[in-house]
């Protein structure tokens, strides 16, 4: 260790916050992060999710309307017949879908969406505290500048406003 002579601060820095405390706060703050970041995709895979659902129903109907208009079912009677039973199952399966589609929207989709709106206020408080940590350090170092100063006059009222602040 080397010896300044001239250093004022040659003690250890004061802290407002303990070490362990803002250990603690770092691993909440990663924790609300990655909660943050999970409930993000599980709403983007819902909504994802729903629209698949959707697409694969209109492919399905597509193949059957393509199939109902080619050759094969005016030629083959029991092919049409397949083809009639296969579209009657798609439109008990599609009622099924949009019933299981409008589930996940309400289930998944619409709480995830207001869940995630907490993060951003949560992220900005965490920042005023930072803002608020640097201020109060600042106005400290003030402090400590003006008490180490000659009592005049003029100090004295510095010294004196710089207090109101840290009290």
């Given at each position: 260790?080397?010896?300044?002579?001239?250093?004022?601060?040659?003690?250890?820095?004061?802290?407002?916050?303990?070490?362990?405390?803002?250990?603690?706060?770092?691993?909440?703050?990663?924790?609300?992060?990655?909660?943050?970041?999970?409930?993000?995709?599980?709403?983007?895979?819902?909504?994802?999710?729903?629209?698949?659902?959707?697409?694969l129903?209109?492919?399905?109907?597509k193949i059957?309307?393509?199939?109902?208009?080619?050759?094969?079912?005016?030629?083959?009677?029991?092919?049409?017949?397949?083809?009639?039973?296969?579209?009657?199952?798609?439109?008990?399966?599609?009622?099924?879908?949009?019933?299981?589609?409008t589930?996940?929207?309400?289930?998944?989709?619409?709480?995830?969406?207001?869940?995630?709106?907490?993060?951003?206020?949560?992220?900005?408080?965490?920042?005023?505290?930072?803002?608020?940590?640097?201020?109060?350090?600042?106005?400290?170092?003030?402090?400590?500048?003006?008490?180490?100063?000659?009592?005049?006059?003029?100090?004295?009222?510095?010294?004196?406003?710089v207090?109101?602040?840290?009290?």
């Amino acid at each position: 260790m080397s010896w300044i002579p001239f250093n004022r601060h040659g003690g250890a820095k004061q802290r407002v916050v303990s070490r362990q405390s803002e250990r603690e706060l770092e691993r909440e703050v990663k924790k609300l992060e990655e909660l943050d970041e999970v409930s993000r995709k599980l709403y983007k895979d819902g909504k994802r999710y729903v629209e698949a659902n959707n697409g694969l129903s209109k492919a399905e109907h597509k193949i059957v309307q393509d199939l109902k208009s080619s050759g094969i079912c005016e030629t083959d009677r029991q092919f049409y017949l397949n083809v009639e039973s296969w579209e009657k199952s798609l439109d008990e399966l599609d009622k099924n879908r949009q019933e299981m589609n409008t589930n996940i929207q309400k289930t998944v989709v619409e709480p995830m969406k207001k869940y995630s709106s907490v993060f951003p206020s949560v992220q900005s408080a965490i920042k005023k505290r930072e803002q608020s940590l640097q201020d109060y350090n600042k106005t400290q170092a003030k402090y400590n500048k003006y008490q180490d100063r000659d009592r005049t006059g003029q100090n004295i009222v510095k010294l004196d406003t710089v207090s109101m602040y840290i009290n």
